[in-house]
């Protein structure tokens, strides 16, 4: 699935699409077993309304964990590709790269003030129930040798 919203929408109405949208693309990257990411590059807007998204739900995560977690234990929680993840919590300030590595840096009280500005924000949420698709098997293909 691709789609990028036109520069023509309002920012408003383009952010509840790709909120929707990427709810769903949440929900078959689950189904598939696979994290997902939308198509690159970004349009300014896209960046702003998936950057958006993702804080919310990365906030949402950090809020209930109690001790480290990995960007691998985040991605797979969430179904956000790391470097997003990278992305996003860089620009909060709740990341830092130390020794060839990233490090979440999720003071608790931190992500509780961002929580408060972003929590606001409406994260629409897909029933996984009335999704109705499954992946299709995948099989091995051998060359004709």
């Not at 997902?36 to 590059?41: A, H, I, K, Q, S």
């Not at 179904?79 to 993840?85: H, K, P, T």
């Amino acid at each position: 699935m691709t789609w990028t919203p036109s520069s023509s929408m309002c920012c408003a109405s383009a952010t509840a699409v790709v909120t929707t949208w990427w709810a769903t693309s949440v929900e078959l990257s689950r189904r598939e077993g696979r994290v997902g990411t939308p198509e690159r590059p970004l349009s300014d807007l896209g960046l702003v309304s998936f950057r958006s998204y993702w804080t919310r739900v990365l906030l949402d995560a950090l809020r209930n964990v109690k001790g480290d977690i990995s960007i691998k234990e985040i991605s797979d929680a969430t179904m956000i590709r790391g470097q997003d993840i990278v992305d996003t919590l860089q620009s909060l300030g709740l990341i830092k790269y130390w020794k060839g590595t990233h490090l979440i840096h999720a003071d608790p009280k931190v992500v509780q003030e961002h929580w408060v500005r972003y929590s606001s924000q409406r994260i629409t949420e897909v029933d996984p129930s009335c999704l109705h698709w499954q992946p299709l098997p995948t099989a091995v293909r051998k060359r004709p040798g």
